[in-house]
């Protein structure tokens, strides 16, 4: 099966930054990407928040939304799987990426 027939490889989406450029060519890759950005940031934010008592109970929601998010990940990687596999059997291919996301 070709790339283009897979709706989520279509137009690449290209970040530029400063000089760089990033070109990201699948929505689930995207979709991955923000994910782990957002894990980061709830379990750095509640971090900090843990250092004062008058914070702490804001800290800990900031954990179980990180917690939440690190739940999400397997869900992006299934949906990813499933999606490739239901291409795949329309074109009786068997060729699948082993990138993990």
Do not use: C
Request: hydrophobic share 50%.
């Amino acid at each position: 099966m070709s790339e283009s027939s897979d709706p989520s490889a279509s137009t690449p989406l290209v970040l530029r930054l400063g000089h760089e450029e990033l070109s990201v060519r699948k929505l689930y890759e995207v979709l991955s990407i923000v994910n782990d950005i957002l894990i980061a940031l709830w379990f750095m934010v509640g971090s900090v928040l843990f250092f004062w008592e008058t914070t702490v109970f804001l800290g800990t929601w900031f954990f179980l939304v990180g917690s939440i998010e690190l739940a999400i990940r397997p869900v992006i990687r299934l949906k990813r799987q499933l999606h490739l596999r239901r291409l795949h059997t329309s074109a009786r291919t068997s060729a699948e990426s082993e990138q993990d996301f």
